[in-house]
């Protein structure tokens, strides 16, 4: 991104006073007429003006009840993707004083995580689920603003339009959806104005960018067994075309008739059938059919491709005008073995490599396994290798995170319901996710976050392979088996009355601790070599090198997020750094080296620390070559040299063009 653009995105709290009085010149009815004032935030405020009243201190009040509950389940695919992601937040946002926001496209939060210190403060503005954050509700805000704009940006004090929320900041990032490439959504760091950071941004962007990926990597799993189910048919004899499409109505795959029947179908007069890739099938979320098809198209024509419930696809049969179209089923085709899944898990330390051998001899049991370790540990791809390589292997293997549900929604997902069972239930019902595991393996992942009333319903699912959907009578036969985790000490949980006991011995048969990333420092090299390599990876981009003083850095830093947390620092280093070399100066706040590190007498200010990062990033691009970096910087040559020594640059721009 270029630096103009960087300025663009990012707040500079020196100007809060100058923007201020730009924002009082603006709602007097003259023009801002203030450098300081960014041409974002003046855009912004244009949009807003006449639409949003500028004395408003709060969002509109929230959506509650059936309405929110209605809210959630419409938007389950970005809720799920999230989930971890907003969890986490409660780790790795403790004591920052920020809180971490998860919205949909409309700018409606979905989900708000982070410091508890916060709440009083975010509850008192409507910062909380089914309140409205768009910029025609609150005006400029990072959240609105970002899904107006589609790109990050970075809001503090006196630049939101709105006078009562100006005591705070907050820095969002879209979420886009992984094929087509709309807005979906936003994620949002706010806090209170005393709370700034300029990594905040990075943080919103990295946040982002984990949900794509975990979208992304649904679609995939989703489309492999979409094809996996059609795969068969597709090559099999007959004279129908076939066309799948996936489930948000996109074809994907044909077989060698389809074109031919497609052509014939346009010279009939069916115009729109001209072209297969153009086609697409409009199906909604929670149909049976898809709605306002193209006239040509049978309803018969159609078939859905479901698995467990949901819905991967359909199939659309263009029939031979010499054939009767015969609705054929379709069949799960078994998983090809693969390689040892363990082999996945990347790491040395002997702590790290005992838990791996304790698990390769879990995995071989049908029994229930709890994973213990802090949050961020991995305790997530442990259950997935314990699956893949256990017995049950071939069946699903149907992940849910406790935590990241209200209680009524983790109701819904768990068990499911019937057609009917309260207000905005979708037609047809629902399949819990412990009907949909049936045959496969459920992990449960923050199962001490579980509700206690809810508890005794999983025990006896449990106990009697019987699950019973909300609103039925009649139970449904299931036979899984169970993976948990937990960062808690359910033991204790259970003596202080918020975990039961029955439960925590029938879900721990057998338990695996998984090491913290402290535990296993001498891992932390490779782990940060091979998070950096995906990184690059995502973002189409050489894996850069890091140099010394960043290993010296981490290696100081006890990780209470682990690998989760380290992942999250390296991808806002690499956005920080624009993919080039990894330096100390895009470490964040928490993680900055020891000033002897960049060879400072004394530790450097946040405005030094961003000019810091500015000259770095310049010469940088300009591959170590001063003159052009101070002529991009706008500076002399010699205030260039000067400014390297009291920032502590010069040691590491020698480096950089040593090399």
């Not at 500079?12 to 041409?39: C, H, K, V």
């Not at 000019?611 to 052009?628: L, P, Y």
Request: one cysteine or more; a neutral charge; charged letters at 25%.
């Amino acid at each position: 991104m270029p630096q103009t653009s960087l300025r663009q995105r990012f707040s500079y709290p020196e100007n809060d006073g100058q923007i201020m009085t730009s924002w009082n010149r603006f709602m007097e009815g003259q023009e801002p007429g203030s450098d300081a004032l960014r041409r974002l935030i003046d855009d912004s405020w244009r949009r807003c003006h006449g639409a949003v009243d500028p004395a408003r201190d709060r969002a509109p009040p929230p959506a509650m009840g059936d309405a929110l509950h209605d809210l959630l389940a419409d938007r389950e695919d970005l809720m799920q993707a999230g989930a971890p992601v907003i969890a986490s937040a409660r780790d790795f946002l403790f004591e920052t004083g920020t809180v971490m926001v998860l919205t949909d496209c409309a700018g409606k939060v979905l989900s708000v995580e982070g410091d508890n210190s916060l709440r009083d403060p975010s509850e008192a503005i409507h910062l909380m689920p089914g309140a409205d954050w768009s910029e025609a509700a609150c005006g400029t805000n990072a959240i609105g603003t970002t899904l107006q704009i589609g790109q990050p940006i970075q809001i503090h004090a006196a630049e939101h339009y709105c006078s009562g929320i100006k005591h705070w900041s907050c820095s969002a990032a879209v979420i886009r959806e992984p094929v087509s490439g709309t807005t979906l959504g936003a994620i949002d760091i706010s806090g209170l104005n005393e709370s700034y950071s300029r990594h905040s941004l990075a943080l919103a962007i990295a946040a982002a960018g984990r949900i794509e990926n975990r979208l992304v990597q649904r679609e995939l799993k989703l489309r492999y067994q979409l094809l996996d189910q059609c795969l068969e048919r597709l090559r099999g004899p007959g004279r129908d075309g076939l066309i799948v499409f996936d489930r948000s109505g996109r074809p994907i795959k044909t077989n060698e008739r389809a074109a031919a029947l497609m052509a014939e179908l346009a010279k009939t007069g069916a115009e729109d059938a001209q072209s297969i890739r153009n086609l697409m099938l409009p199906w909604k979320k929670g149909r049976v059919a898809p709605e306002n098809m193209p006239g040509w198209i049978d309803h018969d024509w159609i078939e859905p491709v479901l698995q467990d419930g949901e819905r991967l696809g359909a199939v659309l049969v263009l029939p031979d005008r010499s054939a009767t179209v015969r609705r054929a089923g379709l069949r799960t085709v078994a998983p090809r073995p693969g390689v040892d899944p363990f082999d996945r898990l990347s790491g040395s330390a002997p702590a790290y490599l005992e838990a791996i051998r304790r698990a390769r001899l879990l995995a071989k049991s049908p029994a229930p396994v709890l994973l213990l370790g802090e949050t961020g540990v991995g305790k997530d791809a442990f259950a997935q290798a314990l699956h893949e390589a256990g017995p049950r292997a071939k069946g699903p293997f149907v992940a849910i995170n406790c935590g990241g549900f209200s209680r009524e929604l983790l109701t819904s997902e768990l068990f499911g319901y019937a057609d009917g069972a309260f207000t905005g239930a979708r037609r047809g019902g629902m399949i819990g996710k412990i009907e949909a595991a049936d045959g496969g393996t459920l992990f449960l992942d923050e199962i001490g976050e579980m509700p206690l009333d809810l508890q005794p319903h999983l025990l006896r699912v449990l106990e009697s392979g019987e699950v019973y959907r909300i609103g039925e009578n009649q139970p449904r036969k299931v036979k899984l088996r169970l993976i948990a985790a937990t960062n808690r000490d359910l033991k204790a949980e259970a003596g202080a009355g918020r975990f039961r006991l029955d439960l925590f011995y029938r879900i721990a048969v057998t338990s695996l601790k998984l090491p913290a990333l402290r535990e296993r420092m001498s891992d932390l090299p490779g782990l940060a070599a091979h998070l950096m390599t995906q990184i690059a990876a995502r973002y189409e981009s050489p894996v850069p090198a890091i140099v010394p003083e960043v290993f010296d850095a981490l290696a100081g830093h006890d990780w209470p997020g682990n690998i989760r947390e380290l992942r999250n620092v390296l991808e806002g280093m690499f956005l920080e750094c624009e993919g080039g070399t990894l330096w100390p100066g895009a470490l964040p706040p928490e993680l900055h080296p020891a000033p002897r590190l960049i060879g400072m007498a004394e530790a450097l200010s946040p405005l030094d620390r961003a000019e810091r990062d500015a000259i770095a990033a310049a010469i940088r691009r300009h591959q170590g070559n001063m003159t052009s970096a101070a002529r991009e910087l706008g500076i002399a040559k010699s205030t260039l040299y000067v400014r390297l020594d009291k920032l502590g640059l010069k040691d590491q721009i020698a480096q950089l063009r040593e090399g």
